[in-house]
């Protein structure tokens, strides 16, 4: 008799435990007051495609799948013997143009001599002309001369313009070489870990070929799917708490930035059919950045949970919401 009586004093004391675990911690369906909505959804983030912008080899891949990576990281780098033949080709052809252009003034220097020359003559030849000791067709053939001359200075400028065109021309090409052969060289655009890696050295990828796949680790969010009446009471930057299911008893404090304009209806993973049917409006409710580079380390995407979202900024959270991420959890 003592140990059945025993037996059930244990029971109770456990049962106890359950509903004091239970109460502590925040179930959305049954705790959630008036002034608060909230939506089911999954953490995501931004997805990044690292290629390189002409076809080519694949050098290096400096980064893993699942690496951490830094804004201005170097991730790949693409073969450039190629690029680098050509560069050379095109620093030639500028020195090329500029030695025409050296040429090209030369000659413009003596043209203009020889248009000063021919101006002196037509000017000695209409002096003679005017007291009529010379004949019509020998002052003729100065003012041919001095007009020969003329044109001839004429397209000697021309020609150093010309110049001046393929220099500019190969020195644009030079430039859009090392454009190249740095855009080889492909940098980490932002803050993120590696999810995918989809080529290795040696490898030809085309133009645009994605050699890296990034989650980017400056846009986090949950994105979740809430009726008309609930959407339409939503002000962009409303605050927001996510409940993730791995931590149940902590709340990630949010904000909602992105409210969809258009209706749609409820994704197939909502599997009530009466829910299928609804007309909803996609919410998506970003987590910090400041929050996520202190726990950088530990975000991990598709993580489920539920983001409950404040209507007004006069309700008072829930304390099961107000709980944080105590940061020796992850130690």
């Known amino acids: 008799m003592k140990n059945r009586k025993r037996t059930i004093i244990i029971v109770a004391v456990v049962l ?15 705790a959630l007051p008036p002034g608060f909505v909230q939506g089911n959804g999954r953490i995501e983030a931004e997805q990044v495609e690292i290629a390189p912008t002409l076809a080519g080899r694949v050098e290096k891949v400096m980064a893993s799948e699942g690496s951490l990576i830094a804004t201005g990281d170097t991730l790949v780098k693409m073969d450039t013997d190629e690029l680098s033949a050509a560069l050379d080709r095109a620093k030639a052809e500028v020195a090329l143009a ?6 090209a003034e030369a000659v413009v220097i003596q043209r203009h001599s020889e248009l000063r020359r021919a101006a002196h003559e037509l000017e000695r030849a209409t002096a003679l002309l005017t007291g009529e000791n010379i004949s019509e067709s020998v002052f003729e053939q100065r003012e041919t001369a001095f007009q020969v001359a003329e044109a001839v200075l004429g397209a000697a400028k021309a020609r150093v313009a010309t110049a001046d065109s393929q220099i500019a021309a190969a020195q644009a090409e030079e430039r859009r070489i090392v ?11 932002m803050a993120g870990r590696v999810l995918y ?33 609930e959407a339409g009471l939503l002000p962009i930057g409303a605050e927001a708490r996510i409940v993730l299911d791995a931590l149940p008893d902590y709340a990630i404090p949010a904000i909602v930035s992105f409210v969809s304009p258009e209706a749609q209806f409820t994704p197939k993973q909502v599997e009530t059919l009466n829910e299928r049917e609804q007309l909803v409006f996609r919410v998506r409710v970003r987590i910090p950045g400041d929050l996520i580079e202190e726990r950088i380390e530990h975000v991990k995407t598709g993580l489920r949970g539920v983001a409950v979202i404040r209507l007004s900024p006069d309700m008072t ?7 944080r991420i105590p940061p020796e959890l992850f130690e």
């Open 16 to 30: 106890l435990a359950g509903v004091v675990g239970y109460l502590t911690s925040f179930d959305t369906q049954d």
């Open 98 to 103: 500029r030695q025409i252009k050296s040429e």
């Open 179 to 189: 454009a190249q052969i740095d855009d080889s060289t492909l940098i980490a655009p």
């Open 197 to 229: 890696r989809l080529a290795e050295p040696g490898e030809v990828v085309p133009a645009g070929g994605a050699i890296l796949t990034l989650l980017s680790l400056q846009n986090v969010y949950m994105e979740v799917f809430l009726p008309a009446g």
């Open 317 to 323: 959270w829930p304390a099961a919401l107000e709980r």
